[in-house]
């Protein structure tokens, strides 16, 4: 049973189930975020490592941490994830996305949790996890203060929680609406919402009220001319990304 889902839109979710089927597609829809993803894996990879004081040169590095990756779509993060040895929950609120992630996984030999439920829904079961991965989710839901105070309630005391969303501004509503979804059609038009896009400053008031502790964040910078992408300290103009910490202050405590 799924308990409150008060941060779920139904429009959003609608927009990802019709995609499903196409998420291990390199050419297809998400295509974009194939393109992102070692950029995502670098960030990520190193973030883990600094804070729980891992070696990414040995074999499964990341054994013994317990990682959620909220908004798993098809597997994109959690694959690579249980790849470093850790034990990986995958959830989803698009439920056509399960059946995809669980039989990718199982043809990659990897074993995987993946779930069609919520954040708040695993919140209120007493889920703990070490680390959560709330990658460009965000900007889907319906409350996002709600949403991030239910992902801090499902990190350990000194759990880290990593978030990637888009900047909103004019440039990224011509990079993100106009040039991914209109000129380029990697996704299908209507993906994103750029009013509901937030702002570094704004996220960072978010994850505080939430009660978290904002600990860094980075830009996603794409290069047209090297068609990849690559990490930047200064330019969080479209896409960027945020490490928190959970400073564990009030154990099971449901308030911000």
């Not at 941490?65 to 959690?78: E, F, Q, V, Y």
């Not at 990697?186 to 570094?200: A, E, R, V, Y």
């Not at 994850?207 to 860094?216: H, I, S």
């Amino acid at each position: 049973m799924q308990a409150d889902q008060s941060t779920i839109d139904p429009a959003e979710i609608a927009k990802f189930e019709a995609m499903a089927a196409e998420w291990w597609d390199l050419n297809g829809k998400f295509k974009p975020l194939h393109m992102l993803n070692p950029c995502r894996l670098d960030y990520i990879t190193s973030q883990i490592a600094g804070e729980f004081d891992r070696d990414l040169t040995v074999s499964a590095p990341f054994e013994g941490l317990r990682i959620l990756d909220i908004g798993c779509g098809g597997g994109l993060l959690s694959e690579p994830m249980a790849r470093l040895g850790a034990d990986v929950v995958g959830a989803d609120a698009a439920a056509g996305n399960i059946p995809v992630a669980q039989v990718h996984a199982q043809q990659s030999g990897l074993e995987i949790d993946y779930r069609h439920t919520t954040a708040e829904a695993m919140a209120e079961a007493g889920e703990k996890f070490d680390i959560v991965l709330n990658m460009e989710v965000v900007e889907h839901v319906a409350s996002p203060i709600d949403y991030l105070i239910a992902c801090r309630r499902l990190l350990k005391p000194g759990g880290l929680h990593i978030c990637s969303t888009l900047n909103r501004n004019p440039k990224s509503f011509m990079m993100a609406i106009v040039g991914a979804e209109h000129v380029m059609r990697w996704l299908p038009k209507g993906t994103h919402d750029w009013n509901k896009f937030i702002t570094p400053d704004e996220l960072y008031d978010l994850l505080n009220r939430a009660g978290l502790e904002p600990v860094d964040r980075k830009g996603f910078v794409f290069n047209p001319v090297a068609w990849s992408w690559r990490l930047s300290d200064r330019d969080l103009s479209v896409n960027y990304v945020t490490a928190s910490l959970n400073p564990g202050l009030n154990p099971g405590s449901t308030d911000a």
